[in-house]
């Protein structure tokens, strides 16, 4: 089945660093989807990207599906204390079924 | 709408005692999912159902698990027996036909001592 990979698996950052997580796959996707998971929390919808070279953007969020749709990425510029969590890709396939990546736990020191 | 609702939300049980979770998805949707998360497998899709039919239980660890969803608004998740390796937590999650997101619930937490 589809499967996704995400690096890197952790990530600390200072306050007002930026931070970029990827998320790569062997095949092609029809589609590319963003959860946050605050820590004690339920994953949340971000985006969705459909289309080959498509971004988008949320206030300091920048996500973008690969030209090859095989990869994407989502940028946080200037990190706050508010972005802790772990920002997990998933891939929606036929018959609404999702499936996550491993996920990104990311850390912001103050 | 209050969202997917999920009970209960802390479950402590011996090992070897049966374990019922609930989950009420949100009116309309017709997807529905459960899914496990630990820290060691991450969060790992079990079963899956479309308009209250299991669709893919590939993900369900063995025979000890087992789900059903007899209406459209009511889905349960059981184990038994439950062993200390199915501590985790629990979510469900629905998706309106034909839509984007999945809307996920709190999440029950499982400890199995």
């Known amino acids: 089945g589809q499967q996704v990979m995400q690096i890197p698996q952790y990530q600390h950052v200072q306050e007002g660093e930026d931070f970029t997580t990827y998320c790569n796959s062997s095949t092609t996707l029809s589609n590319i989807q963003w959860y946050k998971q605050r820590p004690g929390g339920h994953p949340v919808f971000l985006i969705q990207?459909?289309?080959?070279?498509e971004v988008k953007k949320q206030k300091r969020l920048t996500f973008q599906f690969g030209e090859a749709k095989k990869n994407s990425s989502l940028h946080i510029t200037a990190t706050q204390t508010t972005d802790v969590g772990t920002y997990f890709c998933a891939v929606k396939t036929s018959y609404d079924k999702v499936i996550f990546g491993p996920g990104t736990s990311l850390s912001v020191i103050p | 709408d209050a969202g997917v609702i999920q009970s209960p939300r802390h479950e402590v049980t011996e090992m070897g005692q049966e374990v019922t979770l609930r989950c009420k998805p949100i009116?309309?949707?017709?997807?529905l999912f459960w899914y496990r998360q630990t820290m060691m497998r991450g969060l790992e899709l079990l079963i899956y159902?479309?308009?209250?039919?299991?669709?893919?239980d590939s993900g369900m660890p063995e025979d000890r698990f087992s789900a059903k969803m007899p209406n459209a608004s009511f889905s349960t998740l059981k184990i038994q027996p439950s062993e200390p390796r199915d501590s985790a937590v629990y979510f469900c999650?629905?998706?309106?036909?034909?839509?984007?997101?999945?809307?996920f619930g709190q999440g029950t937490r499982l400890t199995v001592v």
């Open positions: 159902f479309n308009n209250n039919v299991p669709i893919d």
């Open positions: 999650a629905s998706s309106p036909g034909g839509g984007t997101e999945a809307f």
């Open positions: 009116s309309g949707h017709n997807s």
């Open positions: 990207l459909v289309k080959s070279g």
